[in-house]
């Protein structure tokens, strides 16, 4: 199964529900969408500011198949400022505040992009092993030589 899949082939799915407000000094998660067209969309985690829904942490894995992938986090990210906003935002959860040090995450309001997890969530999302270098799509069938069957 997934991310959002159903039990049922076929049928649509469905994001969590999550409420519009969290407990006071909670961070909401989203994910992300780029539309990747003609290849797979580019999915990644976005904690956004409380002073901005537009401004926050991008963590996500950089990189293409041909040369592999890395962990990476854009501190301080402003779609208004790059003019690249997601295709779809999609609400996942509210963190509580005692998981993120939004100080260090935000880095004190200016951009930077890093590789090192400053807070228990990021650590957490950090244990996601990125995509390895491959041509290979993950649904791609290995045909094995008549000698092997």
Sequence with gaps: MGLFSSSKPGAASRPPAVAPSGPPGAFLVELLIYNGAPF????????RS???PDRGALIHAAGDVMNGFSFEIKRSYDFRLTGKPPT???PLQWVDEKFVIEKVMFNSDKYKVDQTPVCDFEVSAHK??????T????DDKVLLP???Y
């Design 40 to 47: 797979k969309d580019h999915w990644a985690y976005w904690i």
């Design 50 to 52: 409380h002073r901005s």
């Design 88 to 90: 779809k935002r999609v």
């Design 128 to 133: 996601v092993k990125v995509p390895e270098k």
């Design 135 to 138: 041509l290979r799509a993950v």
């Design 146 to 148: 008549k000698c092997f």
